[in-house]
């Protein structure tokens, strides 16, 4: 009987050595895969660094449209001005006749203004599209980083679940030593009651 009891003792101790070698190497895989998880948040915090560089730029150019705006609704009163200039260059054109030459020489430089005018409209038309597109990219870029974000919290939903797994694996090896200790007690009553 004291064979059968030492063999199972023996078994037993196995089996506990086995499960902590298990274990062991379950924590190292943990600790891998934190350190993995902790390479992916640096790296996502580098990718935050240069969102916030893309918003200081994002705010350059609204403050850049908003000049153009100021210096397009300039360029409107002072077309408006020209217009009212204007009739009151032709009013003056009925009433003095020698006025003509002087009128009609007005009427060129105030067309040629208009088209330079035109021309300067028309490119920040063209400045507006552009920027626009660039929101819109910027917009993608936005969904692009919220999508990251829900996989940065699976992640870390993922991570409580190993340490959770971690906590109730180093209980059971605490149990397994408490069981382990009382064994080699019983083992060694056993030995003083055997002699």
Known sequence: EWAQEEERRLAH????????????????????????RQAQQEAAGREWAQQEQAERGWA?????????????????????????????QEEAAREWAQEEERRLAHQEAAEHEWAEQEEA???????????????????????????AERGWAQQEEAEREMIQEAERRHEQQEQAEREW???????????????
Not at 13 to 36: F, G, I, L, S, V
Not at 82 to 87: H, K, P, V
Not at 181 to 192: D, G, I, V
Request: hydrophobic share 25%; charged share 45%.
């Open 13 to 36: 101790q196995e089996a506990a050595e086995h499960e902590w070698a298990e274990q062991e190497e379950a924590e190292r895989e943990m600790t891998q895969e934190a350190e993995r």
């Open 60 to 88: 350059q150019q609204e403050e850049a449209e908003r000049e153009m705006i100021q210096e397009a609704e300039r360029r409107h009163e002072q077309q408006e001005q020209a217009e009212r200039e204007w009739a009151q």
């Open 121 to 147: 409209e028309r490119e920040m038309t063209q400045e507006a599209e552009r920027r626009q597109a660039q929101q819109e990219a910027a917009g993608r870029e936005w969904a692009q980083q919220e999508q």
């Open 181 to 195: 200790a009382q064994q080699e007690e019983a083992a060694r009553e056993w030995a003083q009651e055997e002699e």
